[in-house]
């Protein structure tokens, strides 16, 4: 079992940065793939970025060069730092972990915090 509270969400403004961090319970925490998802109202559920237990990182390509997924497996800590936001980035943020290795995919993660909540105005 898994639990994950996400924070650092808030509000921004455009070309501004802010950094989302995942809190994640359970002794086997380098064990899992972690994901970054985001939802907009009205929107699916969709990828952000993922960072396997050894650190190879995947991102949704709106994203690549803006955001970064990094992890720390000694604190069982997630972050996503987002730099350069624009307006469509303003969505729910959620973290979930995944005890099989990497995926895109929301409904292939196990665990899911509760979301925290990024605008950027323009």
């Known amino acids: 079992q898994v639990q994950l509270a996400e924070s650092g969400g808030g509000l921004v403004q455009t070309g501004g940065s802010l950094r989302l961090s995942c809190a994640a319970s359970g002794r086997t925490f380098s064990r899992y793939a972690m994901g970054w998802f985001r939802q907009a109202p009205g929107k699916e559920r969709e990828f952000v970025a993922a960072i396997t237990g050894g650190g190879i990182t995947y991102y949704e390509d709106s994203v690549k060069g803006r955001f970064t997924i990094s992890r720390d497996n000694a604190v069982s800590m997630v972050y996503l730092q987002m730099n350069s936001l624009k307006p469509e980035d303003t969505a729910d943020y959620y973290c979930?972990?995944?005890?099989?290795?990497?995926?895109?995919?929301?409904?292939?993660?196990?665990?899911w915090g509760q979301g925290t909540q990024v605008t950027v105005s323009s």
């Open positions: 979930a972990a995944r005890g099989l290795g990497y995926s895109r995919f929301p409904g292939s993660y196990d665990y």
